[in-house]
C-alpha cells in the first residue's frame, strides 16, 4: 500500500529530472495547470449556488452553445498561465485562434505552448454530472523569443512533452503524464492539496465494459456496428457492460481504472466523429499510451496523425490494449 502522502508538488521536484528538457520550466507549467484547476474545482462545486450554470449566450468556432462554465475554466486557465510567463501560447476549444503570450521580458525564453479543453462534458455541467479539464503540452518548434505560429501547435500527438486531464467527481483528481508514465492525485478539498492517490496507472489489457452513444448507432460505419454487436453478444465473459456518461474524461478515468473502451466513431451525421484532435483525442491517446492502452482513428495510430487544423475533429477509439485490437479487426474487414 504506497502512502498517500506524496503532494503533487513533491512529486513534480522530485520527477523532474526524468524530463529530458528539464530546466524546471515544465515544473512551473504543470505547477499552474495545478492551480486553475483548483481554482476551477471551486467555481464548479458550487455551480447551482451561483449564476454559472447554463448558457453563456454565444457559440464557439464549433458551432456548439458555449456554457457559462465552459467560458469562465477558459478565462482562468488562460489568466493563470499568462501570469507565471512560461508558454508562448495557448489554443483552446473554447478560442477561435490560438493565442500568441508577449512576455513582459523580451528575453524570455519560453518554449512551450498549451492546448486546452477548459470544461470537458459540457452538457453535464447543468445537471451535476462529472465533468473535467483536458491539456496537452508540446516545446515550441519554431524560434525561442520570436511570436509563436501556427505550426508550433499543428505537431503531431507523438510530440507532445505532456498531457493530463483533471476529473471534477466525486472527488476532484489530477492525473498527467510527462512520457513516464500515468499517475493520479486526489485533491484534499479542506487543505487544496492533491496527494499521489494513483501511482502507475495502468490500463488492465482486457475490459468488460463499453463506452458509446448509442443513439448514434444507426449512423454508425458497419464495422462499428459489429464491433458493439460483438460486446452485446452472449458469449464466453460477454456480453460487456455498457457505460457512457457523455464526459470524455470521466468515461476515459472510469475505463483505465476498470478496463474498457471508448468510442465515438465517425458517422453518417458527423464525418469526422466529434472529438477534437488537438486538445482532447491527443492528450487522452499519450495517457492511454503510457498507461498501457492503445488509441486510434480507425485507421491509424492517434498520435502519429498530422494536424491539420485548429479545431479539427477525427474518429476516436480509445481504451484496454486487446479491445482496441479486437475493435481494429471488425474496421478492417471493410477497409
Ligand atoms: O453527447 P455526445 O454526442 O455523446 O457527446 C459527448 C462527448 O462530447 C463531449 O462532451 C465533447 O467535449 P466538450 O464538452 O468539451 O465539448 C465529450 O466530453 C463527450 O464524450
Ligand atoms: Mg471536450
Ligand atoms: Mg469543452
Known amino acids: 500500500m504506497h502512502n498517500r502522502t506524496k503532494t503533487l508538488g513533491e512529486f513534480i521536484i522530485e520527477n523532474q529530472t526524468d524530463f529530458q528538457y528539464s530546466t524546471g520550466e515544465l515544473s512551473k507549467l504543470i505547477n499552474a495547470i495545478r492551480l486553475a484547476a483548483k481554482v476551477v474545482n471551486h467555481e464548479v462545486n458550487k455551480a447551482g449556488l451561483v449564476d454559472i450554470l447554463g448558457d ?25 498561465l499568462k501570469n507565471r510567463e512560461i508558454v508562448c501560447g495557448i489554443a483552446s476549444e473554447e478560442e477561435d485562434d490560438f493565442i500568441t503570450i508577449n512576455s513582459q521580458d523580451e528575453n524570455h525564453n519560453n518554449k512551450y505552448v498549451v492546448l486546452i479543453d477548459p470544461l470537458d462534458g459540457s452538457s453535464n455541467i447543468d445537471v451535476n454530472v462529472s465533468v473535467g ?12 523569443g520570436t511570436p509563436v505560429q501556427l505550426e508550433d501547435f499543428l505537431q503531431p500527438g507523438n ?18 503524464t510527462t512520457g513516464n508514465g500515468v499517475n493520479g492525485f486526489t485533491l484534499n478539498p479542506a ?6 492517490s494513483h501511482p502507475n496507472m495502468q490500463f488492465p489489457e482486457d475490459g468488460r465494459i463499453y463506452s458509446v452513444n448509442e443513439g448514434n448507432y444507426v449512423h454508425f460505419h458497419q464495422g462499428v ?41 465517425k ?9 477534437r484532435l488537438l486538445y482532447e483525442c491527443n492528450p487522452m491517446a499519450f495517457l492511454a499510451e503510457q498507461a498501457g492502452g492503445l488509441a486510434i ?35 478492417d474487414k471493410y477497409h
Do not use: W
Open 159 to 176: 510530440q507532445q512533452v505532456a498531457a493530463g486531464y483533471v476529473v471534477y467527481g466525486t472527488s476532484t483528481m489530477l492525473v498527467y
Open 191 to 196: 487543505i487544496g492539496t492533491f496527494y499521489l
Open 133 to 144: 479539464t483536458i491539456f496537452s503540452i508540446y516545446r515550441r518548434i519554431t524560434p525561442v
Open 297 to 331: 482513428g480507425g485507421k491509424s495510430r492517434i498520435l502519429d496523425v498530422q494536424p491539420t487544423e485548429l479545431h479539427q475533429r477525427i474518429p476516436f477509439f480509445c481504451g484496454s490494449k486487446n479491445m482496441v485490437l479486437k475493435l481494429q479487426e471488425f474496421l
Open 267 to 275: 458517422s453518417s451525421v458527423t464525418n469526422n466523429g466529434k472529438l
Open 56 to 80: 453563456a449566450g454565444d457559440t464557439n468556432i464549433q458551432g456548439e452553445d458555449q456554457k457559462k462554465l465552459d467560458v469562465l475554466a477558459n478565462e482562468k486557465f488562460i489568466q493563470t
Open 225 to 265: 456496428k459489429d464491433y458493439i454487436k460483438y460486446c452485446q453478444k452472449e458469449e464466453g465473459d460477454r456480453p460487456y457492460t455498457s457505460r457512457y456518461i457523455g464526459s470524455l474524461v470521466s468515461d476515459f478515468h472510469r475505463n483505465m481504472i476498470k478496463g474498457g473502451i471508448y468510442m465515438y466513431p
